[in-house]
């Protein structure tokens, strides 16, 4: 992937014709931070499962321990991972845009690099709760030093129940007020306004019906991503690129204007 990426002039001009920027963004924002992307094959022990089997409740009903292992190995490689410039382009935009950040990610990057996070709308690998009496686990969980085939979930100190990462599994409903607060900086989109859709595949519903609303909304939807995914077709531009080496040459356009 060449990394300095050629930036369509219409781009910038977009962007710096926007009041409001609503950023959408998915696993391939943080792949280079090191945190592999949902699709690519999960790393050693996980690479012979889709991770959309693993993510699910059922998959934690029939072995609990198993897809522990898995998160917990995620939360351990989470602690060794940086935000990237993509991260902190987004956070400067704000100074010079109104920004909202509706991510699919459950890491905590965005707000590392000092973004507002509008709506997680998978919820979070760091907010650990019972499965069974729902209350937030808040000690810290024991993780492993290397990937392992099972480790036995932390017991709620408030029900005995076993404890569960705060992300949204498939089949799960997304958390409510994340959908409000997407739908409503969705809505406040008007003509002149962008939407910048950053690494995702453009697969999962409902996230991947977003881009669509913000169209609907008349707004400018730009995709960066270095490949073709299940919502390029409908963006007005699209930037063959990755997230660290775009988004900063994007926002240093626009601080320039
Ligand atoms: C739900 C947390 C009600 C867990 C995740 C229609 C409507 C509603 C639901 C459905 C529907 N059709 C089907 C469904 C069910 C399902 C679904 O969408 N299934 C898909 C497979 C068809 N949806 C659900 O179950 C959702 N719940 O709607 O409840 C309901 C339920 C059932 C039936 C009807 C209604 C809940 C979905 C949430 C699942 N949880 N994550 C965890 O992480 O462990 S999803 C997970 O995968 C991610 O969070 C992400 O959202 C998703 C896709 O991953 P991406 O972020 O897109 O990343 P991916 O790896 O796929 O792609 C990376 C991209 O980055 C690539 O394009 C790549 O080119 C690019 N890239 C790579 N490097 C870079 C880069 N880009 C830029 N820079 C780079 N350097």
Redesign the pocket.
């Known amino acids: 992937m060449p990394e300095t990426v050629p930036l369509p002039d219409e781009v910038i001009a977009a962007v710096r014709g926007a009041r409001r920027v609503l950023v959408l963004t ?4 943080s ?2 931070s090191g945190i592999a ?4 094959a999960q790393t050693g022990l996980w690479e012979t499962f889709d ?2 089997q693993l ?1 699910t409740h059922e998959a934690w009903v029939d072995d609990a321990a198993f897809v522990w292992a898995w ?1 917990a190995w995620r939360i351990r490689l989470l602690g060794d991972a940086e935000p990237n410039a ?1 991260h902190r382009a987004l956070a400067d935009l704000a100074a010079h845009r109104e920004v909202s950040v509706v991510t ?3 890491d905590d990057l965005h707000e590392r690099a000092g973004s507002r996070v509008t709506a997680h ?3 979070s690998l760091l907010e650990l709760r019972c499965a069974d009496c729902h209350e937030p686990y808040a000690d810290q969980p024991a993780l492993p030093d290397a990937p392992v085939e099972r480790l036995s979930p932390e017991s709620c100190p408030a029900c005995g129940g076993e404890v569960r990462p705060g ?8 958390p409510q007020e994340a959908v409000q607060a997407t739908e409503d900086a969705i809505e406040a989109l008007e003509p002149g306004d962008v939407c910048l859709v ?11 019906g977003y881009p669509a609303m913000a169209l609907a909304q008349g707004a400018t939807v730009i995709e ?4 073709e ?1 299940g919502v390029s077709d409908m963006c007005h531009h699209v930037v063959r690129g ?3 080496h775009v988004l900063p040459a994007l926002v240093a356009a626009v601080a320039q204007s």
Request: hydrophobic residues 45%.
């Open positions: 998915g696993a391939g924002m792949a280079e992307t949902f699709r690519d991770p959309s993510a998160y993509g699919q990610n459950i709308l998978h919820g992300v949204v599994w498939f089949g799960e409903m997304l950053v690494g995702t595949s453009g697969i999962v519903y409902p996230a991947a960066v991503n270095p490949d995914s990755t997230a660290a």
